[in-house]
């Protein structure tokens, strides 16, 4: 099974800091990178996303830094606030082939303010 | 979670008793996906359906089965609940031509 590693499992940020979380992955095939914002008791939803033609998609104060050669990619939420205390997942999948998504195991952010 | 409920949102069940779990959805989209959330693991996948009457398995699909019968209902059962099926599942939808997947609220289930 082809792993999304994600890291780390849990991160503590003061409010107006940055945070950063990373994801590395092994398929090559994988062309689709999301990231998934859940809060306590709600579903995943999709936060902002990437393909692999891009080192870099900002949205707002979020941003995906994405190095293909490393294969690796980050996400940046800048000038943290407490509503962004959630958990973030990074996920990966092939062109198309969203039944083959894989994610990785999540973080946890607590933003003190 | 617009478009997608689950049911029941919350179930306790005992050990070796059939569970099926709804997922609706009115966005007309044709994949459906029923995941599993536990810590550490992240989402992992059941089975997922491309079509009425078509599904396939998913990375963990023991114990489970699912049936789509309507393209706005995917159902998941677990014919003989065990204690290692304890867990918060999730439905999602998705679009033929993109990669993008839309989560339900969620049901948590325990087994005792």
């Known amino acids: 099974q082809q792993q999304v590693k994600q890291s780390p499992q849990s991160l503590i940020v003061q409010k107006g800091g940055i945070s950063i979380i990373n994801c590395a992955y092994e398929n090559t095939a994988f062309d689709y990178f999301p990231w998934y914002q859940q809060f306590p008791g709600k579903g995943p939803a999709l936060l902002i996303a990437?393909?692999?033609?891009?080192s870099e998609k900002k949205e707002g104060r979020f941003t995906i830094s994405f190095n293909k050669s490393a294969k690796q990619f980050s996400l940046h939420i800048m000038d943290s606030q407490p509503g962004d205390s959630a958990t973030y997942f990074c996920?990966?999948?092939?062109?198309?082939?969203?039944?083959?998504?894989?994610f990785g195991a999540g973080t946890r952010l607590f933003v003190k303010a | 979670d617009a478009g997608i409920t689950q049911s029941p949102r919350h179930k306790v069940t005992e050990t070796g008793t059939p569970v099926t779990l709804r997922c609706h959805q009115t966005?007309?989209?044709?994949?459906m996906y029923w995941y599993r959330q536990d810590p550490g693991h992240g989402l992992r996948l059941i089975h997922y359906s491309y079509g009425v009457k078509d599904t396939d398995k998913g990375e963990v699909s023991d114990g489970y089965s699912v049936s789509r019968s309507k393209t706005e209902d995917f159902l998941l059962t677990l014919e003989s609940a065990t204690s290692s099926q304890t867990s918060v599942y999730f439905c999602a939808i998705g679009t033929s031509w993109g990669n993008e997947q839309f989560f339900g609220p969620g049901t948590r289930l325990t087994v005792l």
């Open positions: 996920a990966a999948s092939p062109e198309s082939g969203g039944f083959k998504t894989i």
């Open positions: 966005e007309n989209h044709r994949y």
């Open positions: 990437i393909r692999p033609d891009v």
